[in-house]
C-alpha cells in the first residue's frame, strides 16, 4: 500500500543521497588540483541536491513514523 510506496522511496532517496556524497567528496579531492568554475558549479549543484534529498528523507521519515 502506501507506507510500502513511502519505504521504497525512502530507501532509494537514502540511497541517491550517499552516492551524492561520494560525488561531493570526490569532486572537492579534485578541487585540490582543479580549481575551474566547472568544478565549482557541479559542486554547488550537487550541494543543493543534497540538501533537497536530506528535507525529502526528514518528511519521509516523518509521514512513515
Same mark, same amino acid.
Do not use: C, F, W
Given at each position: 500500500?502506501?507506507?510500502?510506496?513511502?519505504?521504497?522511496? @525512502? #530507501? /532509494?532517496?537514502?540511497?541517491?543521497? *550517499?552516492?551524492?556524497?561520494?560525488?561531493?567528496?570526490?569532486?572537492? &579531492? @579534485? #578541487? /585540490?588540483?582543479?580549481?575551474?568554475? *566547472?568544478?565549482?558549479?557541479?559542486?554547488?549543484?550537487?550541494?543543493? &541536491?543534497?540538501?533537497?534529498?536530506?528535507?525529502?528523507?526528514?518528511?519521509?521519515?516523518?509521514?512513515?513514523?
Amino acid at each position: 500500500g502506501k507506507m510500502a510506496n513511502k519505504s521504497k522511496l @525512502l #530507501r /532509494k532517496a537514502v540511497m541517491h543521497h *550517499e552516492y551524492l556524497n561520494r560525488k561531493v567528496s570526490e569532486i572537492t &579531492e @579534485l #578541487r /585540490k588540483y582543479d580549481r575551474s568554475p *566547472e568544478s565549482k558549479i557541479i559542486l554547488m549543484k550537487l550541494k543543493k &541536491e543534497k540538501l533537497q534529498l536530506k528535507d525529502e528523507i526528514a518528511k519521509l521519515e516523518k509521514e512513515l513514523g
